[in-house]
C-alpha cells in the first residue's frame, strides 16, 4: 500500500535527465527509462494472449461453420499462429529504439 503523498506507479519525468522518462514502480525509481512521454496512469494494455485465444475461438467457430478442408484448415492455423505472434510482438513494443 503506498503512503499518502506517494505518486501513483508510473513513467515520470527522469531526476536525473530532463530529455527522459523513468519507470517509478510506486515505491523507487527503476532502470526502466524512455525518450517518449507517458501517461503515468494509463490503463495497462490486455495481454496478447487475451486477443490470440478470442482469435482463435473466432477461427474455431468459422471452421465449424464453414466446413473447410483438411489442407485448407493447417494452412489457417499456420496464418492464425502467425496472427497472433505478430500481435504479441507489437504489444511487448520489440523493435521500439525508444525504450531502454
Given at each position: 500500500?503506498?503512503?499518502?503523498?506517494?505518486?501513483?506507479?508510473?513513467?515520470?519525468?527522469?531526476?536525473?535527465?530532463?530529455?527522459?522518462?523513468?519507470?517509478?514502480?510506486?515505491?523507487?525509481?527503476?532502470?526502466?527509462?524512455?525518450?517518449?512521454?507517458?501517461?503515468?496512469?494509463?490503463?495497462?494494455?490486455?495481454?496478447?494472449?487475451?486477443?490470440?485465444?478470442?482469435?482463435?475461438?473466432?477461427?474455431?467457430?468459422?471452421?465449424?461453420?464453414?466446413?473447410?478442408k483438411?489442407?485448407?484448415?493447417?494452412?489457417?492455423?499456420?496464418?492464425?499462429?502467425?496472427?497472433?505472434?505478430?500481435?504479441?510482438?507489437?504489444?511487448?513494443?520489440?523493435g521500439?529504439?525508444?525504450?531502454?
Amino acid at each position: 500500500m503506498r503512503s499518502r503523498g506517494t505518486p501513483r506507479a508510473g513513467w515520470y519525468p527522469d531526476p536525473k535527465d530532463e530529455a527522459l522518462f523513468r519507470y517509478w514502480d510506486g515505491a523507487s525509481w527503476t532502470t526502466r527509462t524512455s525518450s517518449e512521454p507517458r501517461d503515468p496512469h494509463a490503463p495497462r494494455r490486455r495481454p496478447a494472449a487475451l486477443v490470440a485465444a478470442a482469435l482463435l475461438a473466432l477461427f474455431a467457430l468459422g471452421v465449424l461453420g464453414a466446413g473447410i478442408k483438411s489442407g485448407q484448415l493447417l494452412d489457417l492455423a499456420v496464418a492464425a499462429a502467425l496472427l497472433g505472434a505478430a500481435a504479441w510482438l507489437l504489444r511487448q513494443g520489440i523493435g521500439n529504439p525508444a525504450d531502454s
